[in-house]
């Protein structure tokens, strides 16, 4: 069973910009795409962005253009840095197999206000 750390968040102005990580326990990237996710209060839990094994990246409408997913397959860590961010891209932040395959983390808590 691979374990889930992310990390990263924090609490930012409208504008500001954000660096999430996600450490797995175990060889991630091989057989699995792997996804972002986040779940804002009374939400359900949405994709964000996802990369492929093969490194090919999607992102949600609403992130596109400010959000960049990347990951390092030697340290089984996936990043999403995260630009302009807006009160809308409040949520906590979780990174798991696209679709998810594993057990949640605890998530990073990611605030956008003024």
């Known amino acids: 069973q691979v374990q889930l750390v992310e990390s990263g968040g924090g609490s930012v102005q409208p504008g500001g910009s954000l660096r999430l990580s996600c450490a797995a326990s175990?060889?991630?990237?091989?057989?699995?795409?792997i996804a972002w996710y986040r779940q804002a209060p009374g939400k359900q839990r949405e994709v964000v962005s996802t990369i492929t094994s093969g490194g090919m990246r999607n992102y949600a409408d609403s992130v596109k253009g400010r959000f960049t997913i990347s990951r390092d397959i030697a340290k089984n860590t996936v990043y999403l840095q995260m630009n302009r961010l807006q009160p809308e891209d409040t949520a906590v932040y979780y990174c798991n197999a696209a679709p998810p395959r594993w057990d949640w983390g605890q998530g990073t808590q990611v605030t956008v206000s003024s």
């Open positions: 175990g060889s991630i990237f091989s057989f699995a795409a």
